[in-house]
């Protein structure tokens, strides 16, 4: 990748961008459920207990949905190691990509490659 700034460089951007999300959401919501766990063991309240348990079953659904749109987007194959790895290594190659990008060019004009207001 070249020049960051040129259209052809973000196709299939939105898609990865979506996935990269879409992760990021599962793993937080995953997280939640690990400490709603903890919460619940560390209370004496009942009342306080049954409310954090309902809390935890809602994000335990929430992390079931979350897991169900990500399988049928391919974004997530935890039943084919080998297609995860390939989604996992093209993830890991388009961010060693944009780390190596100069986000500060020199030459930033692009006028003629993209619509400009007249002046």
């Known amino acids: ?3 960051y700034l040129d259209p052809r460089n973000s196709e299939g951007m939105p898609n ?3 996935s990269a ?3 990021d959401f599962l793993l937080s919501v995953k997280n939640g459920i690990r400490n709603y766990g903890f919460a619940i ?3 004496a309240n009942p009342e306080l207990r049954a409310v954090l ?3 935890m079953e809602a994000a335990i659904d929430l992390h079931g949905e979350i897991a ?4 049928k987007k391919g974004w997530l194959n935890p039943h084919d190691f080998k297609e995860q790895y390939q ?3 093209k993830s890991a190659e388009t961010a060693v990509q944009i780390a190596q990008m100069n986000l500060f060019p020199i030459d930033t004009d692009r006028q ?3 619509a400009t207001p007249n002046k």
């Open 1 to 3: 990748m070249e020049d």
């Open 16 to 18: 990865l961008a979506d």
């Open 68 to 71: 169900e749109l990500m399988i």
């Open 87 to 89: 989604v996992d290594l």
């Open 41 to 43: 063991t560390e209370t």
């Open 53 to 55: 348990y309902k809390q």
């Open 21 to 23: 999300f879409a992760m």
């Open 112 to 114: 003629g490659m993209f």
